[in-house]
């Protein structure tokens, strides 16, 4: 893990790296230290919650600040401004080049992850069914058999 942006940075090993985010105990890289198990220990199983997916992040943002009663508008930033680019996916320095094998093993050490992952879906209160069925559809086309394994 030490290309472009992070190579100043960063000169760790990916292995432990990856190790590190599955097991929620990152110790190099903040926003990987805590997995999806790690915010939801401490709550009863059938509370609701409330996502904000990277992939939406905008919209999601407005849903959740209208619910929590914000009275004022939330101002999105400039279409292609440094602030907007939140999910650059084709910009990251690190592609998706996995051998399918590869990415099937990736998915079986993410399997605890995907399944709190569909539950936070389906907890998630701020989600419409479509949404949902979207986020699902993605899971699945990204991880075949541990979806079909979770069902």
């Excluded at 401004?81 to 910009?91: A, M, Y």
């Excluded at 993410?110 to 701020?126: F, G």
Aim: with cysteine.
């Amino acid at each position: 893990l030490s290309r472009g942006y992070h190579e100043k940075d960063v000169a760790i090993r990916c292995r432990e790296v990856c190790r590190g985010a599955i097991a929620g105990k990152n110790k190099y890289i903040y926003h990987l230290r805590f997995n999806y198990e790690s915010y939801l220990k401490d709550l009863p199983p059938e509370t609701e919650v409330l996502v904000i997916r990277t992939k939406k992040l905008w919209q999601d943002w407005i849903d959740v600040n209208y619910i929590l009663g914000s009275k004022s508008q939330v101002i999105i930033p400039t279409e292609g401004s440094q602030e907007e680019i939140v999910n650059s996916r084709g910009k990251l320095p690190v592609r998706n080049n996995l051998r399918p094998q590869s990415q099937r093993v990736i998915c079986q050490f993410l399997a605890n992850e995907i399944r709190i992952y569909i539950d936070l879906l389906n907890r998630s209160m701020n989600l419409s069914d479509n949404d949902i069925r979207e986020a699902l559809e993605d899971t699945k086309a990204n991880c075949p058999e541990v979806f079909e394994e979770l069902r």
